[in-house]
């Protein structure tokens, strides 16, 4: 299935407001993804169950390493304003304390790891537009695991962002081990995840 875009009317006042009011009234099949993406609202379908397996099996190997007072979120939705972005990252690992106030969305700044699987229909948002809102935030690691990128399927780890881009720390293709750094410090094993 392919997203659609639904493109807003051109904002009155503060456009960010509007933009996230729009956003807001979506009325979008139950489990489609509601997004804005460069300012546009996009809607996609739910996920794969291949996607589901893959956010599965990192999940897990993240609960082992990350502290406490820290959470792993499929469905929280970060917001950037700069980048007149509203994004929905197959996962957020963030502090807890960043959930504790009201609403529907957190400031991505908080998120101390992103991790998105590329979906057929998504795939350049996650490699270009979703990858740039990341480091703008300042997001300290971006893990990309792109089971449609061209040859085979790989996993990127991008991070030091600085300047609204990133440096690629690693990347592995799909049966290779790929390595968080501190303050995660774990191994993964590429080739448990479909598609490897």
Not at 57 to 67: A, K, M, T
Not at 131 to 138: E, I, V
């Amino acid at each position: 299935m392919s997203a659609l875009a639904i493109e807003p009317e051109p904002p009155c006042g503060d456009g960010w407001d509007e933009l996230v009011r729009i956003w807001e009234a979506t009325d979008a099949p139950e489990g489609c993804k509601v997004e804005i993406i460069e300012g546009v609202v996009t809607v996609t379908p739910g996920p794969a169950n291949s996607h589901n397996d893959t956010a599965d099996l990192v999940q897990r190997r993240l609960y082992g390493v990350i502290p406490e007072d820290w959470g792993i979120y499929q469905t929280q939705t970060v917001a950037i304003p700069s980048r007149q972005g509203m994004f929905i990252p197959d996962l957020l690992v963030a502090p807890r304390a960043a959930l504790k106030e009201h609403g529907h969305y957190v400031p991505l700044a908080v998120a101390e790891l992103i991790v998105e699987i590329t979906s057929r229909s998504n795939a350049n948002h996650d490699r270009v537009e979703k990858l740039h809102g990341y480091a703008t935030a300042g997001v300290p690691l971006y893990l990309l695991l792109d089971s449609w990128h061209s040859g085979r399927p790989t996993a990127t780890l991008y991070g030091e962002p600085r300047n609204g881009m990133y440096r690629v720390l690693d990347t592995v293709k799909y049966g290779e081990e790929l390595r968080l750094p501190a303050p995660f410090d774990l191994v993964l094993d590429t080739g448990e995840f479909p598609g490897a």
